[in-house]
C-alpha cells in the first residue's frame, strides 16, 4: 500500500527562498551647504565635436564568408563575432527547440580535436572566451581573448565553429536545461502573456510563436544537432566581424589560414526565414491565474511596414509620441493623470525584412483591470483622431536623436549593426538617414501613419489576473461580448488527433470490482473506517550516484487533510500541510506561506495515486477505473486497472490475482528534468491494526532506481492533535 510520501525531486519546487534587501538609511543633509554664487543659466560650453562612426575594412574569402576588420590598438584585446544564418524558426514542428540546444552546446560540446574539458582547460588558462548560441533567425559565435594569445585562440574558435563535437554528455544537460526552463515558464506574469499574446497574433503553430515542449525536447538526438550544423553553419552562411589591437594585414592571413580551407556540406543550405503573418482581429482573451493580485495587459495587432519603408521614420516617432517613456501619452494619461498602471509601454517594431507588430502593454491593480484597459485604448485611438502638437513631437523626436549616440557606445554593438545592415543589404548609413529623415517629419505626418497602421478597432487584447477581482467583465472589451480562455497548462505529451476509447461500461464494472477487492484485501472495513494513518518512513535517494537517505513523518485523515514532516539533506525539515482548502508550507525561517500554484498542482495527482485516499473515493463522479485486461511481469500474471483521476495524468495498477494486492503502479509524474515515466514496485506487506500495506516501495524511472521507501512506524487510528491541521499564518 503506497504512502503519504513526497517524493524527494518534487521538494526543489516547494521551497522558495525569501530575502530582505535593506535599504540604506538616509544621510543627513548638512546646515551650512555651500551656495555658489554664479548663475548656472548663463554657463557656455564648447561645440561638440562631429561625432565619426568606424568604418571597419570588408573582406570576403573566396568560400563566400564575408570579414568586416576593425583595428583598434587603445586596449591590448581581440575580439570577434561570428553572425550564422540559422536559428529557431527553422526547427522542425516536432522537435522544437533544437536551434537552442544546438547552438548551446556547439560550444560547451567540445570540438573533433578537443573534449568540452579539454576546451575549457584551454581558454581558461589563456584568459579568453568563446560563447554561442542560436536565436530567432540567426545565431552568433563570440571570441575575446588578449592580443598576445590570439595567435593559441582564434585557431580554437574556429574550431568550435567549423567542427564542434556535440559531445553526448553535453547534449543531455543541455536537454535537461531546456526541461527545467519549460516547467518554470508560468513562473513571470508579463513573461506568460507576452508569449501568449505572440500566440494569438500569430498563431501557436507559427515558428514565430511556437514554444518548445517536454516531447519536442525528448524528441531531439544528437544526429540532428550534426545535421543542424552541417546545413546552417557554413562560410557562405556566416558574417565574420573582427575588432581589436591587431595589424589588418596580419589578422587577414590569420583569418585566411583558419578558414579559407573551409567549404560547405552537401546538405548546406542559405535559408529563407519563413512568412509571419498576424491573424486578424479583433479578439478579447484571458489568462486566468489566481495567484495575482495585479493584471498584465497586452493590447495590439500586426505590424504593415519594413525598417526600409518611406514611413518608418514617421512610424518611429508616431511611437515615441503614443509610448516614448515619460514624456509619452500612455504615460501621461494612464499612469500619471489616471493612476492606473504600475507601468505603462508599447512599441510599434518594424523587421529588416519582414513587418514586426504593435503592441501596447500596462500593469495594473486587479480591480482596475478592464478601465486600464480601456484607457490604453483610448489613447491609441486618440493618435488617428488629430496631429499630435508641435511640442509633443519635438519632444519625441529629441528623445530619439538624443539617444542616437548609444548606438554606437561599444565597436562590439557598431560591427553587430553593420553585419545586419551587411546580411539584409542595406547601406551602411542606414542609420544616419533615418536620423536625417526624422528631422522632416511633422505632426501631419504622424497623424497620417497613426490613421493607415495604428487599428485599434482590430486589436487583440490579452489580459492575464485573477478574474473574480476585475471591477467588471472583461465582455465590456468585446464588440461580440467573446472572451477566448487560455489555457497556459504544460502538456506532457504531443496533442493526439485521435481520443482514446472511453472505457465500456463493462470495463468500468470490472474496473470497480477488482479495487473493491484490494480495498477488501488491504483491510476492508477496518480501512474504509480509519479515520486516520500515520506513517514514518525512510526514503533513500538515488542521487548523482550517491545514496541520500531522509525521513518523513504523515499523517493522513479520510477526509484528505494531511500533515507532513520532511526531513531535507540540509538538515531542514519542512512542513507540508493541507487543511482541506488550502496547502502550507512551513520552512525554518521563513513561516507559514501557501504553497504556489505549480506545487498545488504537483501535489493533487500524487494524493491520488495514494490507495487510502483513492480507494475511499471510488464513488467521485470524475474518478474512472477501466479493466485492461492482465499482463505478465516478472513472470507472473497480473490484473491491470486503468485509473484516470480528476486531476493528473491516468496511471496503471497492477494486482496480484490471487491475494488481491498491488504489486506495481506505472505512471507520469513531473520531475527536475520534465515529466517522466515512474514505476512504483509494491513489496514486503505487513498487517497493522487490521490493515494490510506494503512496508517497502521501490521506484523506478526508465526502468533504473530511483529511489527507495520503507516504513519504519505505522499507526491506524492514531490520536491526533485538535490543531495539528491547523495554520497560523501570523506565526
Given at each position: ?472 467583465d472583461l465582455t465590456t472589451l468585446a464588440d461580440n461580448g467573446t472572451v477566448h480562455t487560455i489555457d497556459i497548462s504544460i502538456p506532457t505529451s504531443p496533442p493526439s488527433d485521435e481520443e482514446p476509447a472511453a472505457a465500456t461500461e463493462e470495463e468500468q464494472a470490472e474496473g470497480r470490482a477488482l479495487l473493491d477487492d484490494v480495498q477488501q484485501a488491504l483491510g476492508g472495513e477496518t480501512l474504509a473506517n480509519a479515520s486516520a494513518l500515520r506513517i514514518v518512513e525512510e526514503t533513500t535517494l538515488q542521487q548523482q550516484g550517491q545514496e541520500v537517505v531522509t525521513e518523513s513523518r504523515s499523517t493522513l485523515a479520510a477526509d484528505g487533510r494531511f500533515y507532513l514532516e520532511q526531513d531535507l539533506p540540509n538538515g531542514i525539515t519542512l512542513t507540508i500541510i493541507d487543511d482541506g482548502e488550502t496547502l502550507w508550507l512551513q520552512v525554518p525561517g521563513q513561516g507559514t506561506q501557501e504553497a504556489p500554484p505549480q506545487v498545488r498542482q504537483q501535489f493533487d495527482p500524487q494524493r491520488w495515486r495514494e490507495l487510502p485516499y483513492l480507494l475511499a473515493r471510488l464513488d467521485h463522479e470524475d474518478l474512472t477505473v477501466q479493466a485492461t485486461g492482465s499482463e505478465t511481469v516478472d513472470g507472473t500474471e497480473l490484473h491491470t486497472v486503468r485509473v484516470t483521476p480528476p486531476v493528473g495524468d491516468p496511471f496503471t495498477l497492477y494486482i496480484d490475482p490471487e491475494s488481491n494486492l498491488p504489486q506495481r503502479m506505472d505512471y507520469t509524474a513531473m520531475t527536475q528534468q520534465g515529466p517522466a515515466q515512474l514505476t512504483d ?51
Amino acid at each position: 500500500m503506497t504512502q503519504l510520501r513526497i517524493p524527494l525531486w518534487m521538494l526543489a519546487l516547494t521551497l522558495a527562498c525569501t530575502g530582505l534587501l535593506a535599504a540604506p538609511a538616509a544621510a543627513q543633509a548638512p546646515d551650512d551647504v555651500p551656495v555658489s554664487e554664479y548663475d548656472a543659466t548663463e554657463l557656455t560650453y564648447p561645440e561638440l565635436r562631429d561625432f565619426q562612426v568606424p568604418e571597419p575594412e570588408r573582406v570576403e574569402l573566396d568560400n563566400g564568408m564575408t570579414i568586416l576588420l576593425l583595428q583598434d590598438n587603445e586596449l591590448p584585446l581581440v575580439n570577434a563575432t561570428a553572425r550564422i544564418a540559422g536559428g529557431s524558426v527553422y526547427d522542425p514542428a516536432d522537435k522544437v527547440g533544437l536551434a537552442s540546444v544546438a547552438g548551446q552546446v556547439m560550444r560547451s560540446g567540445g570540438t573533433e580535436s578537443l573534449t568540452p574539458d579539454e576546451l575549457n582547460q584551454q581558454l581558461e588558462s589563456l584568459g579568453a572566451s568563446v560563447e554561442t548560441g542560436m536565436g530567432s533567425t540567426s545565431g552568433s559565435a563570440f571570441m575575446s581573448t588578449l592580443s598576445d594569445n590570439v595567435d593559441e585562440v582564434l585557431p580554437l574558435f574556429a574550431e568550435v565553429l567549423r567542427a564542434p563535437r556535440f559531445d553526448q554528455e553535453q547534449v543531455d544537460l543541455a536537454k535537461n536545461q531546456q526541461r527545467s526552463a519549460i516547467s518554470r515558464r508560468n513562473d513571470n506574469p508579463q513573461q506568460i502573456a507576452q508569449r501568449e499574446f505572440d500566440q494569438v497574433l500569430y498563431g501557436e503553430e507559427s515558428p514565430y510563436a511556437r514554444t518548445s515542449e517536454y516531447y519536442t525536447i525528448d524528441a531531439i538526438e544528437r544526429a540532428d544537432l550534426v545535421d543542424f550544423h552541417e546545413q546552417y553553419v557554413h562560410p557562405e552562411n556566416i558574417i565574420l566581424s573582427v575588432w581589436g589591437d591587431f595589424d589588418a594585414e596580419a589578422m587577414q592571413a590569420q583569418l585566411e589560414d583558419a578558414f579559407a580551407d573551409w567549404t560547405p556540406s552537401d546538405d548546406a543550405v542559405t535559408p529563407e526565414p519563413p512568412e509571419r503573418t498576424a491573424d486578424a482581429g479583433p479578439s478579447v482573451n484571458l489568462i486566468p491565474k489566481d495567484d495575482v493580485n495585479q493584471s498584465t495587459i497586452f493590447i495590439g495587432h500586426g505590424g504593415d511596414i519594413t525598417r526600409e519603408h518611406p514611413d518608418y521614420p514617421a512610424v518611429l516617432a508616431m511611437n515615441e509620441v503614443l509610448s516614448g517613456g515619460f514624456s509619452g501619452r500612455l504615460f501621461q494619461n494612464v499612469r500619471r493623470d489616471q493612476g492606473l498602471a504600475y507601468s505603462v509601454f508599447g512599441t510599434y517594431s518594424a523587421g529588416y525584412d519582414r513587418p514586426g507588430r504593435f503592441y501596447s502593454g500596462v500593469f495594473t491593480r486587479s480591480g482596475r483591470t478592464v478601465d486600464a484597459a480601456e484607457s490604453v485604448l483610448e489613447e491609441i485611438r486618440g493618435m488617428r483622431e488629430a496631429p499630435p502638437s508641435q511640442e509633443e513631437l519635438d519632444q519625441a523626436r529629441d528623445a530619439y536623436l538624443n539617444s542616437f549616440v548609444f548606438n554606437f557606445d561599444s565597436k562590439r554593438q557598431i560591427l553587430s549593426r553593420l553585419m545586419t545592415y551587411e546580411y539584409y543589404g542595406y547601406p551602411t548609413d542606414f542609420l544616419q538617414g533615418l536620423v536625417d529623415d526624422m528631422a522632416d517629419i511633422t505632426p501631419e505626418d504622424v497623424h497620417r501613419v497613426a490613421q493607415e497602421y495604428l487599428r485599434p478597432s482590430d486589436a487583440h487584447i490579452v489580459v492575464l489576473g485573477r478574474e473574480s477581482d476585475f471591477e467588471r467583465d472583461l465582455t465590456t472589451l468585446a464588440d461580440n461580448g467573446t472572451v477566448h480562455t487560455i489555457d497556459i497548462s504544460i502538456p506532457t505529451s504531443p496533442p493526439s488527433d485521435e481520443e482514446p476509447a472511453a472505457a465500456t461500461e463493462e470495463e468500468q464494472a470490472e474496473g470497480r470490482a477488482l479495487l473493491d477487492d484490494v480495498q477488501q484485501a488491504l483491510g476492508g472495513e477496518t480501512l474504509a473506517n480509519a479515520s486516520a494513518l500515520r506513517i514514518v518512513e525512510e526514503t533513500t535517494l538515488q542521487q548523482q550516484g550517491q545514496e541520500v537517505v531522509t525521513e518523513s513523518r504523515s499523517t493522513l485523515a479520510a477526509d484528505g487533510r494531511f500533515y507532513l514532516e520532511q526531513d531535507l539533506p540540509n538538515g531542514i525539515t519542512l512542513t507540508i500541510i493541507d487543511d482541506g482548502e488550502t496547502l502550507w508550507l512551513q520552512v525554518p525561517g521563513q513561516g507559514t506561506q501557501e504553497a504556489p500554484p505549480q506545487v498545488r498542482q504537483q501535489f493533487d495527482p500524487q494524493r491520488w495515486r495514494e490507495l487510502p485516499y483513492l480507494l475511499a473515493r471510488l464513488d467521485h463522479e470524475d474518478l474512472t477505473v477501466q479493466a485492461t485486461g492482465s499482463e505478465t511481469v516478472d513472470g507472473t500474471e497480473l490484473h491491470t486497472v486503468r485509473v484516470t483521476p480528476p486531476v493528473g495524468d491516468p496511471f496503471t495498477l497492477y494486482i496480484d490475482p490471487e491475494s488481491n494486492l498491488p504489486q506495481r503502479m506505472d505512471y507520469t509524474a513531473m520531475t527536475q528534468q520534465g515529466p517522466a515515466q515512474l514505476t512504483d514496485l509494491f513489496t514486503d506487506y505487513q498487517e497493522v491494526d487490521g490493515v494490510t500495506m506494503a512496508f517497502t516501495t521501490r521506484t523506478l524511472r526508465d526502468g533504473e532506481e530511483a529511489q527507495s521507501a520503507t516504513v519504519q512506524e505505522a499507526t491506524v487510528n492514531p490520536d491526533i492533535a485538535d490543531d495539528l491541521f491547523s495554520v497560523d499564518t501570523e506565526e
